[in-house]
């Protein structure tokens, strides 16, 4: 109960600092059947906006490098529980996509092998009410693992998320309406040990135009109800290997063309008319997505014709 409370009182303090309060906390299991909270944070401006924190009992983050970090990932939490589904991202294929039921921290493999594992969920979200979604299990190496300061939410859950969507970015993750787990490599290729970043997909500021406004037309347009959307997102910056002032040179771009409208703070942005003409070329790209990502068959193997 000591650590519990210790945790508690660090939860707390870390929130507020970043406008966010904790409305509940409850005793949860990781995947192991070892002990964590779950706090449920919400803007303390408004407490219909929120999200789930799970932590292991024993974290202690009172170091001061971990503190930091705590912060940032809530200062963001906070800017994100602004979107109208602050669960939702888009992916560079036009998929937008929301997370949900991931198991925190890490857990070692049971199978044996040197990984760690986070498991959830990614599901289609178009509007139509789709069952396609993909149950994922993120393995990460030992040695990405010393990368990491702690198998913790708050720092794994941005990266895990890029890893998820770069890995549907090439195909390797199917969305399907029942099936098992996936799996979502996590390796030093998304990292350079050198220049100390991750590195997940190069882009071109066309591409990050394209990638805003089909976010904007997505997250607020369709799923939103029009309510401003973060465009400038450092996890998206991160997923676009690119920088936060390079995003907001590209939302101010696609202002000044009419594509999108700023708020005065220039970092949330909603859909103009002219873009939500655009709604059949944004849904024939998720057909093309999903078409990209469906596996495809030999139809010659099929049939029994095969030279084996």
Known sequence: MGAQAVLARQVEAAAKAAGLVVISSEVGRDFLGQPTTRFMLALAADNAKKQVLELSDKFDFSRADMLAEVGVYLAHAAKRLRNPRQDCYLTLHGLPLSFEKFTWPFHASSSGADTFLVHGEVRLEDGEQSLLHAKI???MTVTFAEIVKAPEQPFAE???YNAVRKTMDQGQLELVKSGNRQPVPVTTRFYSP??????FNDTTEAQRQEYLAAKVFWLSGMLGGGEPVWVLDPRDAQYLNTTVEELKKNAMALAGEGVVRLAADTEYATPTEALM???AQYVAEVQAALAFIKPTFNE???GGHTNM
């Open 137 to 139: 299990a993120a393995s």
């Open 158 to 160: 941005g990266f895990i």
């Open 194 to 199: 050198w220049k100390k970043r991750f590195s």
């Open 277 to 279: 003409g655009h709604r």
């Open 300 to 302: 010659e193997m099929r």
